[in-house]
Structures are given as C-alpha cells and as structure tokens.
C-alpha cells in the first residue's frame, strides 16, 4: 500500500514559504497579462468585436471584485488555505474550458470563472498580515509583489500564440493551475489562528471599516493607484496593433516593460523599507507614476509617436506603482489589525471592480485616431488621483496623530 500523501497536521498549520506567496501571487497577474498579446487574434478567431473581446479582460476583474468581498470574510471563517485551494481548482478547470471554447460567449463565460485565481494574491496579503507587523508587512510585500507584474508574463503569452496559436495561453494556464494546486496543498500552512465565530458575523465587521477615513485613503490610493496599470492593459493591446503594427510577440516584449518598472519599485521597496517611511514610499511612487506618462504624453503630442516612447511611459507607471503598493496594502489591512482579510478582500474587490471600469472604458476609447492620447491620459488621470490620495492618508494621520504602516 502506497503511503498517505496528505501532510500532517502540524505540517498543514506551518506558515507557507516565501517562495510559495509569489508563486500564488504571480499565477494571479498572469492570469490577467499573459494572453493580452493574442487579444485581437481571439476576436479574430472567434468571430467577435475587439469592444466585445476586451470583456475577458473587464469581465473577469468585475467578478474578481465580487469574489474578493466573499473570499476576504471566508477566509477569516474558515482560513486561507480552504479558499486558496478552492479558487485554484476552479481556475484550472477554467482555464481548459477556454482553451477548448468555440464561440466568444463561451469563451467569456469560462474567463470570467478564471477569476477565482485572485484568491492567491489576495490571500496572500492576509497570511503575510498574519504574521508580521506593519513595517516588516510592507517590506515582505514588496519582495512578494516583484511577482504581480511577471516581466515574462506578455513575452511568454506572445510567443505562444506565434508558435501554437492563442489557445495555448490557456492550455499553459491549466498546467500551471494544477501544479500551484500542488505546491499549495504541501507547503501552504494555515495562518489564520483565530477565526471568527460566523460568516455572517465576519460580513457584520464591513461597516466597522467604511467608518475609518483612513481605510477609504488607502483604498483610494490603491485603487487609482492600480487603475494606471489597468488602463494600460486595456487599451495597449490596441493601440500598439493599430498605431504601430505591432506582432503578439513584439508586443508582449513592450508590455512587459510596465512588469519591469514594477519589479524594480518593489525591489527598491524591499531595500529601503525600514530606513525611508512606508508613507514617504507612498508619495514617491505617486510622483514618479503620475510624471512619467505626462511627460510620455508631452513627447508624443511634440510630434514623435514611436511605440518606445509609450512603453516609456508605463515603465514609470510600474515603477511608481512598485513603490506605492506594498506599503498601501500593509496600510490598508492594518487600520483594524484583526479583519486583515476582509479589508484585503474589500479593498481589492473596490480596486479590481475600478479596474474594470477602466479597462473596458480605455478599450473603448482607443478605437480611433486619437487612441493614444487617450490611452496615455487615462495612465496620468488616475495615477495622479492616487497622488491626491496619498497626500489624504498624510494628512489624516497628521490630524489623529496616529501612523498604521
């Protein structure tokens, strides 16, 4: 007789590795910028609108939002590692039912269940709030948040669809849902020791958090802050076919350079975080994410249009979310230490649903002649927003003379 593969109990209660956080946390941004290349190509293929097609992108982050505001509580009723575990089956039966699709509505319809995915980048903010406190919260977030913006996430999802056609996106989606699905039942340890009573009693704890105006900054900051990343992924994919002529490939190569920045202000943030304030991060990330488009935009407007100079752009998007983010997030899930995982799922179910406003909005708006001051505006409008928002958090925690992250 074979023996038992179930870990132990003791096993089952050890906090996860490091290394297991950013592989669930990378598996839920590739699901979102991976197949981004072949966007057209699935219209294409399965007969539909781009407008249409872009719901895979829009539709997915609405039900991301939706799913967030139930895994948040569940999670503090029954622990992260149920609803992780959970989310990640979902995903990979998900994911073979869009490889397999024949018709768009098909397609989406499966997509949208991929969503269950954001179970891992959501959860594993909690687990990290589980079991550090703020300063060193933001510091692992920013080494876990180097694999929100997989630099080879577009190149790979490309390259794919050049060799094997854009069904192969997905096809690799399910492979990688099953092995993470793997990886989590060994390694990952529940962190949530001390669970609420009820489901009900942990949906009751939301108005405690819509009270605190210091939530809603940081929520704010987050999702305008994201909202520039968002904006990004919906409408490059258009603009860099229709303006530039772009291949899948090369155009995967170039929407990795906002995963590039971002890997680089979550670096920096790792180094730094401890010996520069996570609120001074915060505002300095803003700066750079609202500046770089603008000047991008400036370039472009003075007469030189050339596919480097928006990638240009969102590299500094992604270097300023880098630095922004992680302490936001550890910001945001400590105003009340103990509904980590609801405000993480609120939070992130305000900032997906803004996501995907802006995703299907920018799509929309960059079918035209105009598209790429449309697509940069929108880049500078709402990382500039999360600016303003910034300065909000400094100036109520100066007000209350009290300082969560």
Same mark, same amino acid.
């Given at each position: !007789?074979?023996? *038992?593969?179930?870990?132990?109990?003791?096993?089952?209660?050890?906090?996860?590795?490091?290394?297991?956080?950013? $592989?669930?946390?990378? $598996?839920?941004?590739? /699901?979102?910028?991976?197949?981004?290349?072949?966007?057209?190509?699935?219209? #294409?293929?399965?007969?539909?609108?781009?407008?249409?097609?872009?719901?895979?992108?829009? &539709?997915?982050?609405?039900?991301?939002?939706?799913?967030?505001?139930?895994?948040?509580?569940?999670?503090?009723?029954?622990?992260?590692?149920?609803?992780?575990?959970?989310?990640?089956?979902?995903?990979?039966?998900?994911?073979?039912?869009?490889? !397999?699709?024949?018709?768009?509505?098909?397609?989406?319809?499966?997509?949208?269940?991929? &969503?269950?995915?954001?179970?891992?980048?959501?959860?594993?903010?909690?687990?990290?709030?589980?079991?550090?406190?703020?300063? #060193?919260?933001?510091?692992?977030?920013?080494?876990?948040?180097?694999?929100?913006?997989?630099?080879?996430?577009?190149?790979?999802?490309?390259?794919?669809?050049?060799?094997?056609?854009?069904?192969?996106?997905?096809?690799?989606? =399910?492979?990688?849902?099953?092995?993470?699905?793997?990886?989590?039942?060994?390694?990952?340890?529940?962190?949530?020791?001390?669970?609420?009573?009820?489901?009900?009693?942990?949906?009751?704890?939301?108005?405690?958090?819509?009270?605190?105006?210091?939530?809603?900054?940081?929520?704010?900051?987050?999702?305008?802050?994201?909202?520039?990343?968002?904006?990004?992924?919906?409408?490059?994919?258009?603009?860099?076919?229709?303006?530039?002529?772009?291949?899948?490939?090369?155009?995967?190569?170039? !929407?990795?350079?906002?995963? &590039?920045?971002?890997?680089?202000?979550?670096?920096?943030? &790792?180094?730094?975080?401890?010996?520069?304030?996570?609120?001074?991060?915060?505002?300095?990330?803003?700066?750079?994410?609202?500046?770089?488009?603008?000047?991008?935009?400036?370039?472009?407007?003075?007469?030189?249009?050339?596919?480097?100079?928006?990638?240009?752009?969102?590299?500094?998007?992604?270097?300023?979310?880098?630095?922004?983010?992680?302490? =936001?997030?550890?910001?945001?899930?400590?105003?009340?230490?103990?509904? =980590?995982?609801?405000?993480?799922?609120?939070?992130?179910?305000?900032?997906?649903?803004?996501?995907?406003?802006?995703? /299907?909005?920018?799509?929309?708006?960059?079918?035209?002649?105009?598209?790429?001051?449309?697509?940069?505006?929108?880049?500078?409008?709402? *990382?500039?927003?999360?600016?303003?928002?910034?300065?909000?958090?400094?100036?109520?925690?100066?007000?209350?003379?009290?300082?969560?992250?």
């Amino acid at each position: !007789m074979c023996p *038992s593969k179930t870990p132990p109990p003791d096993r089952i209660r050890t906090p996860p590795r490091l290394l297991t956080l950013i $592989l669930l946390t990378g $598996l839920s941004v590739l /699901s979102l910028n991976m197949f981004l290349p072949s966007l057209s190509r699935i219209a #294409d293929g399965l007969g539909a609108d781009y407008r249409v097609t872009s719901l895979a992108i829009g &539709g997915y982050l609405a039900v991301s939002a939706v799913l967030q505001l139930i895994m948040g509580p569940l999670s503090d009723l029954i622990g992260r590692r149920p609803v992780i575990l959970g989310g990640l089956v979902v995903f990979t039966v998900a994911s073979v039912g869009c490889a !397999m699709a024949g018709d768009i509505w098909v397609f989406l319809g499966f997509r949208v269940l991929q &969503g269950a995915v954001i179970s891992g980048m959501v959860l594993s903010r909690a687990i990290i709030r589980d079991m550090a406190p703020p300063t #060193d919260a933001a510091r692992l977030m920013g080494q876990v948040g180097v694999a929100m913006a997989p630099l080879l996430g577009p190149v790979l999802g490309g390259g794919l669809d050049e060799v094997f056609g854009w069904r192969s996106n997905f096809v690799m989606f =399910a492979i990688m849902g099953a092995a993470m699905f793997a990886i989590s039942w060994r390694d990952l340890g529940e962190t949530n020791l001390t669970p609420s009573a009820t489901f009900t009693a942990q949906f009751k704890t939301y108005p405690e958090l819509f009270r605190s105006s210091l939530f809603w900054s940081y929520t704010a900051c987050l999702v305008f802050s994201v909202g520039g990343f968002y904006a990004f992924l919906g409408g490059a994919p258009q603009v860099g076919e229709t303006e530039y002529g772009l291949t899948p490939a090369l155009l995967g190569v170039g !929407m990795g350079s906002i995963s &590039g920045g971002f890997m680089l202000g979550n670096y920096l943030t &790792g180094r730094f975080a401890g010996r520069i304030s996570v609120l001074r991060l915060i505002i300095i990330g803003r700066w750079i994410a609202t500046l770089g488009p603008l000047v991008a935009m400036a370039i472009i407007w003075a007469g030189v249009s050339h596919p480097v100079v928006m990638f240009g752009g969102a590299i500094f998007v992604g270097l300023g979310n880098g630095l922004t983010l992680p302490g =936001a997030n550890a910001g945001v899930m400590s105003v009340h230490p103990r509904l =980590a995982g609801s405000a993480s799922g609120l939070s992130g179910a305000l900032t997906v649903a803004g996501g995907a406003v802006l995703t /299907s909005g920018v799509a929309a708006l960059v079918v035209g002649p105009l598209g790429i001051y449309a697509l940069m505006g929108a880049m500078v409008l709402t *990382s500039g927003a999360g600016l303003l928002a910034a300065y909000g958090i400094r100036w109520i925690e100066a007000r209350d003379g009290t300082s969560v992250a």
